[in-house]
């Protein structure tokens, strides 16, 4: 049993960079990590959401972390690649997209090197952010994929494209109602 015990407080996680800092999911949620290829651009979609990609069939939403949590697209480089996970909304498991830097590697993080989310000093909203986590001699900022990758959230963000497009909209909808 102090096996069992010793391995439940140990968790594993994927770990990559994103603007030079280390971030991490949970093992379990990646469903798999493919090249970064032909993603196809979706008109008037949120800044963060880069495209949908054919997945042997199936379309998978890809988001961009970088403009997700700092405001600004990722560079493709060769590094780049996409880390497809699952999130469960409405009781429902959906494939979800994550274009990433680079990855890092798979690491073991014990229940006692993980803190909690700091209140201030992070770079992203701390809602994203489940914890922090330590390995070898370095911190890593463990996702909350639950609230990084919340649909409804996602379809709210407004981009300048959106704006333009409804602001365009209004002013020739009162212009019509005033003739």
């Known amino acids: 049993?102090?096996?069992?015990?010793a391995t439940a407080d140990i968790q594993?996680?994927?770990t990559f960079l994103l603007s030079g800092e280390m971030y991490a999911v949970g093992i379990l949620n990646v469903k798999e990590i493919i090249e970064?290829?032909?993603?196809?651009r979706v008109p008037l979609a949120p800044q963060s959401i880069r495209g949908v990609l054919n997945l042997r069939g199936s379309v998978v939403p890809i988001v961009d972390l970088s403009s997700r949590f700092y405001g600004y697209r990722s560079t493709i480089t060769r590094l780049s690649c996409i880390v497809v996970?699952?999130?469960?909304?409405?009781?429902?498991?959906?494939?979800i997209g994550l274009l990433i830097d680079a990855l890092h590697e798979v690491v073991d993080i014990q229940q006692e090197n993980t803190e909690q989310t700091p209140g201030f000093g992070a770079k992203i909203r701390t809602d994203f952010i489940q914890g922090i986590g330590k390995t070898h001699g370095r911190f890593v900022i463990l996702l909350n994929l639950d609230r990084v990758l919340d649909i409804e959230?996602?379809?709210?963000?407004?981009?300048?494209?959106v704006t333009a497009a409804r602001a365009a909209e209004r002013t020739s909808?009162?212009?019509?109602?005033r003739r």
């Open 85 to 95: 996970v699952e999130i469960e909304q409405r009781d429902e498991r959906i494939p």
């Open 153 to 161: 959230e996602l379809q709210a963000e407004d981009t300048g494209h």
């Open 36 to 40: 970064y290829g032909q993603v196809t």
């Open 1 to 5: 049993t102090a096996v069992v015990a």
């Open 12 to 14: 594993q996680y994927l």
């Open 173 to 177: 909808t009162r212009g019509t109602a």
